[in-house]
């Protein structure tokens, strides 16, 4: 089956666990990631990978319970700077709701309007201007995302890496926890590398 068609097959067969107990949710969702993980032959760039990995991104992303941040009418994944994976993303999200909220793909002109998002991915073809971006977005509530080098090394918070000819991910949680964004322990047991440690309640 190729890869994208096992993706949205795999997408499809979450909703079996709609309205069953969250235990059989987590464990369909852990599924997903593994079978994404496996993928032997991703297509070009591994977009169709990287754009099934950003969506459920948001399964594992919560807010600190102390924070006050009003909620978002929408969960929106939005895409900075030449969008590479975006008409994949559109397929992916239509009619998903994440915490009971329906997922929209935004296309956003600059790295201050990516503030607003819940998940951005920026693109690698913004270069030396990643840095600047990442200081623009600054500690807002946001996930970083990107497949450009050294992505984590400038401040973002998951970077998707190759391994061999299958797309991984890698977890910078000191960026993280400079936000008021937790990723559960599920997200990270599966990263290629986990850099930095999780807030106390995460820990094992």
Do not use: W
């Not at 852990?30 to 591994?46: D, E, I, R, S």
């Not at 030396?128 to 080098?149: E, F, H, Q, R, W």
């Amino acid at each position: 089956m190729q890869p994208a068609k096992t993706v949205l097959a795999l997408r499809r067969g979450l909703r079996v666990c709609v309205g069953a107990a969250a235990c059989c949710a987590m464990a369909a969702v852990m599924l997903f990631l593994a079978a994404v993980a496996a993928l032997a032959q991703p297509g070009p760039g591994g977009y169709d990978v990287k754009a099934a990995y950003l969506f459920n991104f948001g399964k594992f992303l919560r807010l600190d319970p102390g924070t006050a941040a009003p909620r978002r009418a929408s969960f929106d994944i939005c895409i900075l700077g030449h969008d590479l994976i975006g008409h994949l993303l559109d397929d992916i999200v239509a009619n998903q709701s994440i915490d009971g909220r329906p997922v929209r793909v935004v296309r956003v002109g600059d790295a201050y309007a990516a503030k607003d998002c819940d998940i951005v991915f920026i693109s690698p073809d913004e270069g030396d201007g990643i840095p600047l971006d990442l200081d623009a977005i600054g500690k807002a509530d946001v996930l970083t995302v990107s497949d450009a080098p050294d992505f984590l090394k400038y401040g973002g918070m998951i970077q998707f890496v190759m391994e061999g000819n299958r797309v991984r991910f890698a977890v910078n949680l000191d960026a993280v926890n400079r936000t008021h964004l937790v990723l559960s322990s599920e997200l990270l047991r599966v990263a290629s590398s986990v850099a930095g440690k999780p807030p106390p309640e995460e820990q094992p």
